[in-house]
């Protein structure tokens, strides 16, 4: 009996001391900007943003990581033990929809992770003035590329734009919008406007099409064929007389000696 209960200690201590450990780990808690749980934090384009990760129901330190996206953040000495700030300066609009997480360094799959919802307009406004000679095609554009996304519609000389199906094309995608006009006419002359409307105000870029006479076409065959044989006419007429013209030079060399 004695030998049983002695075998038997070495099995059951590990399995006590696994679950200890188990216990401490999970205990754990993050916290960023004093949220425990993922979250999305909306801003506009601003000089800096600052997240603050923080250790909860520890009784050590712990080693805190930052990460964007998968690439680990650089942090200094004193910025890394229970309590660790990152500062996002500027924040631009390529900085919208990335992940900040703060991770344990020992149990990384303790962590808090923030998505950024960056919030501006397009880049929109100011004028084009387009010279296009009649027949031919032009192509406006305007940078959409917004958040939140934007509504676009275009106009010409201040009226609701009507698209012909024919000749005018639209094309659209979450960061430009496009007018195309083939084959234009004098009737496409005018001011043609974008705009677009979203949450964050509405902007507008205007376009001035001028369509001029369609210059005229030279026949560029005809005029190579043409260089050609007045070319061949002005040799042909040289070997002709050259005798002539050898006969003069020659006279000419003599008088002058």
């Known amino acids: 009996m004695v030998q049983r209960s ?11 001391a696994v679950c200890f450990l188990a216990g401490v780990a999970t205990g754990l808690e993050l916290s960023v900007n004093n949220h425990a749980a993922d979250f999305a934090l909306s801003t506009f384009l ?11 129901n520890s009784s050590q330190a712990e ?26 300066s500027p924040v631009t609009e390529s900085d919208n929809g990335v992940t900040f997480s703060c991770r344990l360094a020992r149990d990384k799959s303790v962590q ?19 010279q296009i000679e ?23 000389d201040n009226t609701t734009l009507i698209l012909p199906q024919d000749r005018y094309q639209l094309y659209h995608t979450s960061e430009v919008t496009e007018l195309t ?13 974008c705009m677009v409307e979203s949450s964050m105000g509405n902007r507008r870029k205007d376009f001035h099409l001028i369509v ?12 190579i064929a043409a260089a050609v ?5 002005i040799l042909f007429a040289v070997v002709a007389r050259r005798d002539k013209i050898f006969k003069v030079w020659k006279a000419f060399c003599c008088s002058a000696l």
């Open 6 to 16: 002695s075998l038997a200690v070495p099995y059951q201590a590990p399995v006590l």
């Open 134 to 156: 009649e027949n031919k095609d032009v192509t406006m554009s305007c940078n959409t590329k917004a958040n939140p996304q934007v509504q676009a519609a275009w106009y010409k």
């Open 112 to 130: 808090v992770s923030v998505v950024l919802n960056v919030l501006f307009a397009p880049h929109l406004g100011g004028e084009e003035s387009f």
């Open 63 to 88: 080693e805190l990581l930052w990460y964007r996206g998968d690439g680990q953040v650089d942090l200094r000495d004193g910025n890394k033990v229970n309590i660790s700030n990152i500062c996002i």
């Open 229 to 233: 044989v007045v070319t061949l006419t």
């Open 212 to 223: 001029e006479d369609k210059r005229p076409v030279f026949p560029t065959e005809a005029v």
């Open 181 to 193: 006009i083939q084959n234009v006419q004098k009737s496409d002359n005018g001011t043609y406007t």
């Open 46 to 56: 601003a000089p800096a943003v600052s997240l603050s990760c923080l250790v909860q």
